[in-house]
């Protein structure tokens, strides 16, 4: 047991990564043995650490205790700021300066009760141990446990739309246009509508619909989501169904199989057997990696597993990167051969807010808007966001030999403070931000997001799926 326990500061100090890796196996494309080798190399550098730390200290049960406190305090944070922005998320403390210093003094505090009580370290080592020893039953059990969902959601029915498998030639796409258009699906996360910026947050969004307008967009005024949140809205908008149809067997519904069906879904199929590439733009692995696209830009994992539950996070800029890269990466995927089917899910101007109006750094500020200070944060960040759909857009036409198809499309609206009243705070979140830009002219374009590639199949590539009926779920 004494052995044993010289060994605990290490393993707590993989565990958080080694649980994300597991967590997000299926989307992460880093082999597990560099995984295993960076991890044994931060447990080896613990384990000198605390042999160090040993031989000024000369007493083994308080080295380990005193360096188990330093690893929470290093490789536990993140968990931390989660506990506190989920259970305070209404208060100000929203900002990591906050949150790190309630941490470090926690810490610090721990470090010296536990110094004062060094008598009793043998005890205190038997409590670590026990805890470590749970911790790793629990998180093998939750491996078993995946494993199991995964077997079982192999099993789910999806339900084909008509001619979903009936494979197209590019003669049949170009009977219309002359051409097979290219077809860009961007997504800025949470973006609102007009209406609801204008009713509530005071702002005009004039300008920057003059700009799409000036291009030829079509603004969609009474637009709405069907769904309040990513994970419901963007499978049922990508399959053409609405979800309780979409999955056969309401029991195997999960996070899992949302986020399957949205990764490889019935549009990205219908357009890869119109002889289409698949060309997947992320900003954020949780939920749309694009591992299933012929062509992918988005962020490595790796990073994440390592950083993300640490105190250094909050200092790595990954929330700018990732976005900034996601705009950026329309260059290369405007520049692919055509035909091309390119969907980019940004993951703004929904939280955490990290840019100013102008792209200026303001900290990372996690609270979807649930306050009067998020609202004018949220503002900011959608003004920036504005900037880079501009210079998305100027840059696709540019790259474009002949006119595409271009649509903006937010998955829901955002999350208003509960003071506005719970029909308020529901109408905004499903009323979102619509925009067409089309090589022909089109009437009637649907004003939901269900109906939204149903539009386009039927009106553009001669399918007869036809529009569903517009539900809020």
């Known amino acids: 047991m004494k052995r044993f326990v010289l060994f605990i500061p290490s393993l707590l100090a993989v565990f958080p990564s080694l649980f994300i890796f597991f967590k997000n196996k299926d989307v992460i494309d880093i082999p597990f043995y560099i995984i295993l080798f960076l991890l044994f190399g931060i ?186 949140n990513t994970l419901f809205s963007m499978p049922a908008t990508l399959n053409m169904e609405y979800m309780d149809k979409l999955i056969a067997d309401p029991s195997l519904d999960s996070l899992l199989v949302r986020k399957k069906i949205f990764e490889k879904s019935n549009v990205s199929d219908l357009f890869e057997n119109f002889g289409y590439q698949y060309v997947a733009i992320a900003s954020d692995n949780t939920s749309f990696s694009g591992d299933e696209a012929d062509v992918r830009f988005g962020p490595n994992l790796l990073f994440r597993l390592f950083i993300k539950p640490t105190i250094f996070d909050p200092f790595s800029r990954r929330f700018r990167s990732r976005i900034l890269n996601a705009f950026n990466s329309f260059n290369e995927a405007s520049a692919l051969s055509s035909p091309k089917f390119v969907l980019a899910h940004i993951i703004a101007p929904h939280d955490p807010y990290v840019f100013g109006p102008n792209g200026e750094r303001i900290g990372i500020n996690t609270g979807a808007a649930h306050s009067e200070n998020d609202m004018k944060l949220y503002l900011g960040q959608l003004k920036f966001v504005n900037k880079e759909l501009e210079r998305a857009i100027d840059v696709i036409l540019k790259n474009s030999i002949r006119p595409p198809i271009i649509i903006i499309q937010s998955d829901h609206g955002v999350s208003l403070p509960d003071s506005y009243g719970a029909e308020n705070v529901q109408d905004a979140r499903l009323k979102n931000l619509s925009a067409f830009l089309l090589p022909k002219k089109a009437e009637n374009l649907p004003s939901s997001n269900i109906n939204t590639f149903r539009f386009i199949f039927d009106y553009y590539f001669g399918t007869s799926f036809g529009l569903l009926e517009n539900k809020k779920k």
């Open 43 to 228: 447990g080896t550098t613990l384990f000198l650490c605390l042999l160090i730390f040993k031989f000024f200290i000369k007493n083994d049960s308080i080295a380990v205790v005193m360096s188990v406190i330093a690893v929470l305090a290093v490789f536990y944070y993140g968990y931390f700021y989660e506990i506190i922005i989920t259970g305070f998320g209404n208060f100000s403390l929203n900002r990591h300066i906050e949150v790190i210093l309630i941490w470090s003094g926690c810490m610090i505090s721990l470090w010296f009760l536990a110094w004062r009580i060094k008598k009793n370290a043998d005890f205190l080592c038997k409590i670590i141990c026990i805890f470590t020893m749970v911790l790793f039953t629990v998180f093998l059990i939750f491996i078993a446990v995946d494993n199991v969902q995964k077997i079982l959601s192999k099993n789910s029915k999806i339900i084909s739309m008509e001619n979903a498998e009936e494979a197209f030639s590019l003669d049949y796409v170009n009977s219309f246009l002359g051409y097979a258009p290219d077809v860009y699906y961007i997504v800025p996360d949470g973006y609102e509508n007009a209406s609801v910026l204008e009713k509530f947050f005071g702002y005009d969004n004039r300008e920057f619909f003059s700009h799409l307008e000036q291009k030829g967009f079509v603004i969609i005024k009474n637009s709405e989501s069907n769904y309040p």
